[in-house]
């Protein structure tokens, strides 16, 4: 859970802009009323007049005698030589001793038979507690109606509703849309959230229930880790866009990687730019992980191919190349790219064993168009969100799975190495929907 209270903090840009478009649709056109009566959490006391006291049985026929504070024996001398009393024997005037008021005989006298037998008759001077004032300690309760105390529910608050009908049906697909959710997939999420309720009443936090169930169906398939293979050294090739967090990505991952044990090396294969290699480096020392870097301006497929070669040698478990950000419209990078793949390919004909593309949650619907791109160039493997923290498109993210269903390994909220989480679809269901989880 530490993960999803960060993750939805970050997505406050996302969420709060469907919360607040809901309300706008529940409002327009929705009646105030009554709530759900809520259950109680659970009172130990019920709402009796007379509850007993623990510590002690109440006695049923005599509760006067009991009511003095100093409950003392009787501290006359002559009932202790008869034991056995009639039960019809009246106790009248020792009700009031004035003479004394602390018995000295350590012996407690042997109470009448039909008066009820304390637990533990030893200690006599322990004061018995007085049924009457029980009732005291209790919580007042008559504010609560009688249907309330009867079930232990709290009163209910009145909450807006909207029946759910082909008008609000499309101010809520309008909505998706407007969240980077696109067409397709937003027209699917509100048809299946449709299906057999339409007619009835919804508030707005039973519509976010419903729309987060059909969100985290949406990318349940999609959401899969980074797989790891025995084959030595699994090459991850890593592209993407200029400035879409390929380079912190990858730091991250190494980290992660070298926390779990794995041997990782790393090829900073953006030789055009000169700070993502010391970028790369910064990481790797951090990380302990060994940076393989070329003069600056080099061919990037020659230095994958000899970063796979000392990989081999050294035994890494992990080799992940770095590339030089490239937009999806300059077909000479592109072919660079595939230039790179072909390279490697020499060196082990399997290799790279995954392709992630990074994606800048901040490019909205532009993100489908450099999954098709890239899809066609480096044959994309998964898929990697980051800066989900400073977009309110993050349903873009939903769209990509809905079309294309590329694995989706991981999502950034910000630039510590803890930003960088696997990818669970009902934490970020609820998280751009600002709905609330249990703990």
Known sequence: MAFFSKLKDRLFKSSSKLDEGLEAIVEDGGAVEPGEPEREPEHPQEPEPQPEPEPQPVPRREPEPEREPEPAPVPEPEPEREPEQPPEVPEPGPQQPPEQPQPTDPEPVTPPPGRPQPSDPAPGPQPVEIPGDAPDELPPQESRGMLGRLFGRREAKPVMRRTLDDDMLESLEELLIAADMGVDT????????????????????????L?????????EPVARPLPLYPKRPQVVLVVGVNGSGKTTTIGKLASQFRAAGKKVVIAAGDTFRAAAVEQLQVWGERAGVPVLTAPEGSDPASLAFDAMTKAQAEGADLLLIDTAGRLQNRQDLMEELAKIVRVIRKKDPEAPHNTLLVLDATTGQNALTQVEVFRKIADVSGLVMTKLDGTAKGGVLVALADRFGLPIHAIGVGEQIDDLAPFDPEEFAAALTGLERAA
């Open 211 to 219: 729309l987060a169930a059909e969100i985290a169906r949406v990318l």
């Open 186 to 209: 937003a027209l699917r999420v509100t048809s299946n959230m449709a299906e057999g309720r339409l007619g009835r009443k919804l508030s707005v936090e039973e519509i976010k229930r």
